[in-house]
């Protein structure tokens, strides 16, 4: 029996955050994907370091894959040391790469990974986002949207 999805995921430690994507795309849909590492890139996570502000994602075979991330080699890793910027595969069902898969292929859109975390089970997971880029009449928009609403929270503190 399949366990109910939440609307949100279970974030129990972010490591990595790409906050840049949420500004250069636009998110249509979020999954969440298992990551497979070796133990070195584990604990390296495990102590905060790690970066996904260059790194996408990409279908190839009929597997996905994480390209471009960061996770430093571990400080107490011997000669076992992993490589910094190698491609990790990612965990999905064949149903949800074939989805993605389509969804790139098509529709001309994008992999992004939003996060990445450990959940309530201690698992290293990343928040895979299917995204179109934004042009830059559109970031100029959401730049004003935002200013606006710190300005409208500004009014509503002082005179609130």
Do not use: C
């Not at 992993?82 to 994008?110: C, F, S, W, Y």
């Not at 606006?148 to 509503?156: G, L, P, V």
Request: hydrophobic share 35%; no cysteine.
């Amino acid at each position: 029996m399949a366990r109910p999805h939440h609307a949100e995921f279970d974030k129990q430690k972010t490591v990595a955050e790409n906050r840049r994507a949420r500004f250069d795309y636009f998110i249509e849909d979020k999954f969440e994907a298992g990551i497979m590492l070796t133990g070195t890139e584990v604990k390296s996570l495990r102590f905060g370091e790690g970066s996904i502000a260059e790194a996408y994602a990409e279908i190839r075979g009929g597997e996905a894959w994480l390209v471009n991330s960061n996770v430093p080699e571990f400080s107490h890793g011997n000669r076992f040391n992993h490589e910094p910027k190698r491609p990790r595969k990612l965990l999905l069902n064949a149903r949800q790469i074939d989805r993605l898969h389509g969804a790139v292929e098509r529709k001309g859109m994008t992999l992004v990974p939003l996060s990445i975390y450990f959940n309530t089970r201690g698992r290293a997971k990343v928040e895979l986002a299917l995204a179109k880029g934004k042009n830059t009449a559109d970031k100029r928009q959401t730049v004003k949207d935002r200013d606006w609403k710190r300005e409208q929270s500004r009014i509503m503190r002082d005179h609130g």
